[in-house]
């Protein structure tokens, strides 16, 4: 595996190829192969994953995160979180932040459901229904519409510190990877090439230890 100097080289050069410092949040750092942002109080042990079920490339991506969600080195931990946008809507985000929170050992199907429902039976993320064919699809055991619905006044809030969170990372496309709070990767930063994204992510995580 390329060191973590290597990596940064590759990778920069095709950040400027793909991205140009035009792209770069007002607030960043100078243009790096990641992008680094005040310290997020609370994610200092935390590798984050944004994602959104209508997005090719979080689907593209999706074993390669749960393998390194697998292999995370202790203390940190692994978190897959949605990306609030208009277009997903804010019912896919409550109800992955209830599959997680009450049903945690569905998370994983409740996401591939919800990238087979969007992308390719164009079932929609933004309305009830379609939030219940994904949640049966994905054989979460009650009704994720009615669980949503029991528990609405904590999934508010966590939805408020959510929104808060992505605000503060500033986030704004997916996949992106949050790696301590501080260090912000996507594929864009090594325009496209899965094997250099893959040695970058880790590399930031080994760096941030």
């Keep these: 595996m390329k060191g973590i100097a290597s990596l940064i080289v590759a990778a920069a050069a095709a950040t400027f190829a793909c991205c140009g410092h035009a792209q770069v949040p007002a607030g960043m750092e100078q243009l790096k192969p990641y992008l680094q942002v005040k310290p997020v109080a609370g994610d200092e042990e935390t590798v984050r994953v944004f994602f959104s079920p209508s997005c090719q490339f979080s689907r593209n991506y999706f ?64 309305n009830w229904a379609g939030i219940d064919r994904i949640g049966k699809a994905a054989h979460v055991p009650v009704s994720v519409p009615l669980l949503v619905k029991q528990h609405e006044a904590a999934l508010r809030t966590d939805l408020a510190a959510l929104l808060t969170l992505q605000k503060d990372l500033q986030v704004t496309n997916t996949p992106a990877v949050s790696v301590a709070g501080t260090y912000i990767v996507t594929p864009e930063f090594t325009n496209g090439d899965a094997q250099l994204f893959s040695q970058l992510v880790n590399g930031i995580i080994s760096m941030a230890r």
């Design 63 to 126: 074993q390669f995160f749960k393998n390194l969600e697998a292999t995370m080195p202790k203390p940190k931990t692994f978190e897959f979180t949605p990306l609030v946008n208009k277009g997903d809507g804010l019912a896919f985000a409550l109800s992955f932040l209830a599959v997680e929170k009450y049903y945690p050992s569905y998370v994983h199907n409740f996401m591939e459901a919800s990238f087979i429902g969007a992308q390719d039976l164009g079932i929609s993320t933004v």
